[in-house]
């Protein structure tokens, strides 16, 4: 790999393409990073600048909500990796949450969506949060014909889809803009994908423990995106009260079963579990040390590990070589 790839490319053109301006602006175009494959668009929904930029400002807009107090962005914060700093984000008039805020990080490239996994594509997935009474608390009707009364909406939604503003073109511009969430530009990234940086002697051993047979830790959390989207029980609780992965399965074996969440950006998206239940990654490490609670669906490779103190801040340090600073602080992603 060349060292001179970049995260994120940039193309400066002339806005006067496109008004009378004389000045010139940055338009985005997504670059996939080394050691990530392509990110795939679906045929009715190919990246274009156009709806990259109607995707981003539906993102940061509180209107998708019934009381036009939170966006997209109250849950997905920027500087969190896309995510949130606590238990619970509250939704519509303060409505109290109910599971934790995931991570944005390289949302594009996950097969399905929600905890257990029942949205099938991201462009499904918006309509979720939009119809669920503790979240926006309305419906994508509502939404399109409060955001139809704005003319720069009714002007982007033409140039992006050529139709009118309607809940097709809202669900696929902001899976539009999701997709270009991507995150590969971590210490982590620059060590065995770049060749630019080394990694301390810390961290290579917590990344030997990280993939040995010993931790398990890469059974689960494999790949260029730390997971395999598989549903996993990690012995969180002897009982639950979140059935989990058998709310849309039925089936007694998927019983509180959860998706495999990335661990890229980590250190940022405290708290962690689905229910936002630890406070710390140290905290996390402990849980698995201990080899967890008992359930009969719990992951066989989750045992007791012994770890030594020293073992667990190597782990913890190579963790944190998984963030990426440049992603949380890119201005690209940000409201304007």
């Known amino acids: 790999m060349k060292n001179s790839l970049k995260i994120f490319g ?10 009378c301006r004389k000045d010139k602006t940055e338009l985005f175009v997504p670059v996939t ?6 990110m795939q668009y679906p045929q009715d929904n190919a990246f274009t600048y156009e709806r990259w930029l109607l995707g981003k400002q539906l993102f940061y807009d509180n209107r998708l909500s019934r009381g036009n107090d939170i966006s997209c962005a109250s849950c997905h914060k920027q500087h969190l990796a896309f995510a949130d700093d606590v238990k619970f984000t509250p939704g519509d008039n303060g409505a109290p949450g109910k599971t934790n805020a995931p991570t944005l990080t390289n ?6 969506f929600m905890f257990v996994g029942g949205v099938p594509t991201l462009e499904m997935q918006v309509l979720v ?23 720069n909406y009714v002007a982007l939604a033409k140039k992006a889809y050529d139709r009118e503003l309607d809940a097709f073109v809202i669900t696929r511009a902001l899976a539009n803009f999701e997709r270009t969430l991507v995150s590969g530009n971590s210490r982590f990234d620059q060590h065995f994908y770049q060749g630019k940086t080394t990694l301390n002697a810390s961290e290579l051993k917590g990344y030997d423990l990280f993939f040995s047979s010993r931790t398990q830790c890469s059974s689960c959390h494999a790949g260029f995106n730390f997971t395999n989207y598989a549903f996993e029980n990690n012995g969180l609780y002897e009982t639950y009260t979140d059935i989990g992965r058998m709310l849309i399965t039925f089936n007694e074996s998927d019983r509180a079963k959860f998706k495999v969440p990335t661990l890229r950006n980590i250190a940022l998206t405290a708290p962690y579990m689905h229910d936002g239940s630890k406070n710390t990654l140290m905290e996390v490490i402990e849980h698995y040390n201990s080899g967890g609670a008992n359930h009969p669906n719990k992951n066989p490779n989750i ?5 030594t103190a020293s073992e667990k801040q190597d782990l913890l340090n190579f963790l944190l070589t998984l963030t990426d ?3 949380v602080s890119n201005s690209t992603f940000a409201k304007q």
């Open 129 to 151: 949060p939009i119809q669920e009474h503790n979240e926006f608390n309305t419906s994508i009707l509502d939404i399109v014909a409060k955001l139809k009364l704005d003319k």
């Open 325 to 327: 600073s440049d992603f």
């Open 10 to 19: 940039f193309v400066a053109i002339g806005l006067h393409a496109l008004s």
């Open 303 to 307: 045992q007791p590990l012994g770890l």
């Open 33 to 38: 990073p080394p050691g990530f494959p392509e």
């Open 107 to 112: 949302v594009g490239y996950q097969p399905y």
